[in-house]
């Protein structure tokens, strides 16, 4: 079983569409929780952090289930700009090795 | 843009050579972890530098080695070329080396074996 697992889709949505990814980590120690944003042969760009309060930045919700091991990004008003790979990301403890998901794939169409 | 810089770009070597890869971090970051990506994967983790020490280490073999330097720029070095470490290889800065710290990738070197 992979640490951290993702549907890479694609997810293919409309413009103005609310689109919501879901990811589950196996480690319950897992300490840290982030969303990365990847462009196509570009490197990984931080999208936001995630708490276990939730979290909202602008069109971008980010919520954590520690008893269920779960982790959710929403977009709500889908761009075009928004067409990319988004990448689910733990940090088990006190090194830095963040462990990725395989990323899942959204394309925003006009 | 993150400020964390790399070099070369790109770079095309063959099988059973040696390559070294260069970072720079962020201004007031003083760690820098390595990184392969593969065509259609995550990144994997390869080793993070701190205090120019290794500080964690993933499931790489040793002939993938590396230093930093008092600035904190750091150099990742692979030996004996395979056609398998063809990949991006990212490395990212840090403010510390706990797990809370936000890592901020830099655009990568893509390096194939030939």
């Known amino acids: 079983r992979k640490e951290v697992e993702q549907d890479p889709g694609p997810f293919n949505v409309p413009e103005g569409a609310t689109v919501a990814f879901n990811c589950t980590y196996s480690?319950?120690?897992?300490?840290?929780f982030f969303w990365y944003r990847q462009d196509c042969r570009k490197e990984p760009k931080l999208l936001m952090s995630?708490?276990?309060s939730g979290n909202e930045d602008g069109r971008f919700t980010a919520q954590l289930n520690r008893a269920s091991q779960y982790i959710s990004l929403l977009i709500r008003d889908s761009k075009l700009s928004d067409s990319a790979t988004y990448l689910c990301?733990?940090?088990?403890?006190?090194?830095?090795?963040?462990?990725f998901g395989q990323g899942t794939t959204l394309q925003v169409k006009p | 843009e993150t400020g964390v810089t790399q070099s070369p770009t790109h770079l095309i070597k063959t099988r059973g050579q040696q390559v070294t890869l260069r970072c720079s971090s962020q201004?007031?970051?003083?760690?820098v972890s390595w990184y392969q990506q593969a065509l259609g994967q995550g990144p994997q983790f390869i080793f993070q530098?701190?205090?120019?020490?290794?500080?964690g280490r993933g499931n790489f073999p040793p002939r993938f080695s590396g230093l930093q330097f008092p600035n904190y720029s750091s150099e990742l070095n692979v030996n004996a070329l395979e056609l398998d470490d063809s990949a991006l290889y990212l490395c990212?800065?840090?403010?510390?080396?706990?797990?809370?710290?936000?890592?901020?990738f830099g655009p990568g070197t893509r390096l194939t074996v030939t």
């Open positions: 990212a800065s840090s403010r510390g080396t706990g797990a809370s710290y936000e890592q901020y």
């Open positions: 995630v708490y276990s």
């Open positions: 480690n319950s120690a897992s300490q840290s």
């Open positions: 201004s007031g970051h003083n760690t």
């Open positions: 990301v733990v940090n088990n403890g006190n090194t830095g090795k963040l462990i």
């Open positions: 530098y701190y205090r120019e020490e290794e500080n």
